[in-house]
Every structure is written in C-alpha cells, then in structure tokens.
C-alpha cells in the first residue's frame, strides 16, 4: 500500500480532518494534501508526527493489519542464511580477519582462485 493512501485512510477512519491535523502537527493543510496525493514524499520525522496526531504506532502507516508483521530471528549479525555461511567462510581464510581490506581482497581472491564453490555449511 502507498503511504499516501494509507495516511489518508487512517485519517478518515479516526474522523479527523487535515485541518485537525494541521493543528496537531503545526504541518500546513496545503502539505498534507500533497502528500495524500502522493505529490510529495513526507520524511520520517514529518511521519512521527503524523502518528503522533493519528493516534497510531508508526508501522501502522506502512502496514494495515492489527499487529506488526512477523519478522523473522536475526541470525548471526542480522544477515540471512546465505550471508551467515558466506562471513563464516571469510573468517577460514587465514589472516583475513587482522589485516586491512587491500589485504583481505587480495586473500579473498587467492582463496576463490583455489575453490569455486563454499563447502563450509
């Protein structure tokens, strides 16, 4: 859903007017009908404000059901599967993780010189 949409809905569900809103927010009436419009894109502090005068958690604005959505565990340092065995992988090579980036592309190209495919997991 567009957050131009979605803003409008959740003002209109609340009964509110962008009038009611301007004064909530001090953000003018001629700006919240541009973003409503999607003629303008609001920035994240002009969308706390916004969930401030709808009453509403902010990921209510990007998202319509009652609560968040599921998110999935974090694994090692938030990266997916792919990413985990991938940074697994690099901390094989031996020194890669003392020494600086030149040095470490350099290892890493040695490395993929000698093996084409990951077998670590």
Same mark, same amino acid.
């Given at each position: 859903?567009?957050?131009a949409?979605?803003l409008k809905? *959740?003002?209109?569900?609340?009964?509110?007017?962008?009038? /009611?809103? #301007? &004064?909530s927010t001090? =953000?003018?009436?001629?700006y919240?009908s541009?973003?409503?419009?999607?003629?303008?894109?609001?920035?994240?502090?002009?969308?706390?404000k916004?969930a401030r005068? *709808?009453?509403v958690?902010m990921?209510q604005?990007?998202? /319509?059901? #009652? &609560?968040?959505p599921a =998110?999935k565990?974090?694994?090692?340092?938030?990266?997916d599967?792919?990413?985990?065995?991938i940074?697994?992988c690099?901390?094989?090579?031996?020194?890669?993780?003392?020494?600086?980036s030149?040095?470490r592309?350099?290892?890493?190209?040695?490395?993929r010189?000698?093996?084409?495919?990951?077998?670590c997991?």
């Open positions: 859903m567009v957050i949409d979605r809905q *959740l003002r209109e569900l609340k009964h509110l007017s962008q009038g /009611d809103i #301007e &004064k001090g =953000l003018l009436r001629c919240l541009r973003v409503e419009n999607g003629h303008t894109v609001p920035s994240i502090e002009t969308l706390e916004l005068a *709808l009453n958690p990921y604005i990007f998202y /319509d059901g #009652e &609560k968040p =998110l565990a974090p694994t090692e340092k938030g990266w599967d792919h990413g985990a065995r940074a697994t690099l901390r094989k090579i031996p020194g890669a993780g003392r020494c600086c030149g040095a592309m350099e290892s890493l190209r040695s490395s010189s000698r093996a084409t495919t990951c077998h997991g």
